[in-house]
């Protein structure tokens, strides 16, 4: 019997029992309860359990794990599939209603989602889906007794980077640079704030959707830039081969308690690492991730999208409430949490971050989504898959002396070829 079967009956197997127990549970409370299945664990699952308590009916939440997909196809199979799930990509949206597997929705009357992010989950003008939380991923972190005058500009922070990598490379100070390039994602990341800076909303839009081509000149643009960035010795605590090595939480700890580094980019979810491994009393401070100009500053978000299964009227009826302003509460007493619903005032954010932010993405004419998260199939990346992998390869190049011109092609060779292999483009 090959792994792939096996896994699928573990997954069936499991599936089955995770359903039984649902049932078993409703049951013993005399009325059957929603369930909802979540990528989330820890505070994030704790704290989206306090959401749904205030729900009228009762809801199981089932934390399955980082492979919501594989679940869920198991459910399918099984026909146990949940009332609802909360996807981390749009286009597995997209994808699950294309299958017939999901009931349209109808938002609450006051949810008003960021332009860039509305028909993101649409199909033949149906809408299947709702975004229940947001991430704004276009954020540098910083002390400022490091860093007094953040790079406003992208050749201000590659001017920057060479400065303060040569003064690493001397012993006279820490890396510039932290970069979790051990968690593909970073690196995709990174590459679409750049990518939405040289390319335009078209183009990223084209990609996304599978309409362009990904050897256009922009493409290896923002690969040049990148490569431009992260080819600086010294750039990073340890070179690039040990950045390769380095997770994501790792990245935000040589910042904030190791001070191996003076900068991280990430999310605005890095500052739940800094509440756990900060040293000493000094807050961060951040700063926009930087475009060719002052003024055009890119921005790109992502998010968290419920869904209601085929056949569940209960399911239907939770993710409308999931939309209203005011079932985000919980998320916005803890702090630490952005809402995608533009309708939630601004004073009710108790987090001084998540305000700013919030209002940024109130300003914007358009956000860009993450573009990894749309890609179909493998495409989309995983570990050792699809664009991970491919940025991982290319950041293995620009560090390890390949040149830039030749990293760029083949990069973007892969990029193509992984696209047509997927069904995702040219």
């Not at 309860?33 to 505070?43: D, E, L, M, T, Y």
């Not at 492979?67 to 199979?77: E, G, W």
């Not at 060479?162 to 690493?168: C, D, I, P, Y």
Request: charged fraction near 20%.
């Amino acid at each position: 019997m090959t792994a792939r079967r096996l896994r699928r009956r573990t997954l069936l197997r499991a599936a089955a029992a995770t359903a039984a127990a649902a049932t078993a549970g409703g049951c013993a409370r005399g009325q059957r309860s929603v369930q909802v299945a979540v990528v989330w664990a820890g505070g994030e699952l704790a704290r989206f359990r306090e959401v749904v308590a205030d729900y009228p009916t009762p809801v199981q939440v089932i934390g399955v794990g980082n492979d919501i997909d594989a679940f869920l196809v198991a459910r399918q199979s099984a026909g146990t599939t949940p009332d609802v799930a909360i996807l981390p990509r749009p286009g597995l949206v997209v994808e699950y209603a294309r299958r017939g597997w999901l009931s349209e929705v109808t938002p609450a009357d006051n949810y008003t989602a960021p332009a860039g992010m509305a028909d993101l989950l649409t199909v033949d003008r149906r809408r299947y889906g709702v975004w229940t939380k947001a991430a704004y991923k276009s954020l540098f972190w910083h002390f400022p007794s490091m860093l007094d005058e953040p790079p406003r500009t992208w050749a201000a922070l590659v001017a920057l980077t060479r400065q303060l990598g040569a003064r690493h490379r001397a012993g006279a100070g820490p890396a510039p640079l932290a970069i979790g390039a051990a968690d593909g994602w970073v690196l995709t990341d990174w590459f679409e704030n750049v990518l939405a800076d040289v390319a335009g909303a078209d183009l990223y839009e084209g990609l996304a959707s599978g309409q362009a081509d990904w050897r256009d000149p922009p493409v290896g643009y923002a690969l040049d830039r990148l490569a431009e960035l992260w080819s600086v010795q010294g750039a990073f605590p340890g070179g690039g081969r040990r950045a390769l090595l380095t997770q994501f939480e790792e990245s935000i700890i040589q910042v904030v308690h190791h001070r191996d580094a003076v900068m991280v980019f990430e999310a605005d979810f890095v500052d739940a690492v800094v509440a756990r491994f900060r040293r000493g009393s000094e807050p961060p401070s951040t700063f926009r991730f930087p475009g060719a100009r002052v003024a055009s500053q890119p921005l790109i978000v992502g998010g968290d999208a419920a869904v209601a299964f085929a056949g569940s009227t209960g399911g239907v009826e939770l993710v409308r409430w999931l939309s209203e302003a005011a079932a985000f509460r919980p998320w916005l007493d803890a702090g630490g949490y952005l809402s995608p619903n533009l309708a939630v005032p601004l004073s009710n954010y108790r987090d001084p971050l998540r305000r700013q932010l919030a209002d940024e993405l109130r300003a914007a004419e358009k956000v860009q989504f993450d573009l990894s998260d749309r890609l179909p199939g493998t495409f989309t990346g995983t570990d050792g898959v699809g664009i991970w992998r491919i940025m991982q390869d290319f950041f293995m190049d620009v560090t390890d002396g390949v040149t830039a011109r030749e990293a760029v092609r083949r990069a973007t060779g892969q990029l193509a070829e992984e696209a047509r292999t997927a069904g995702g483009g040219r």
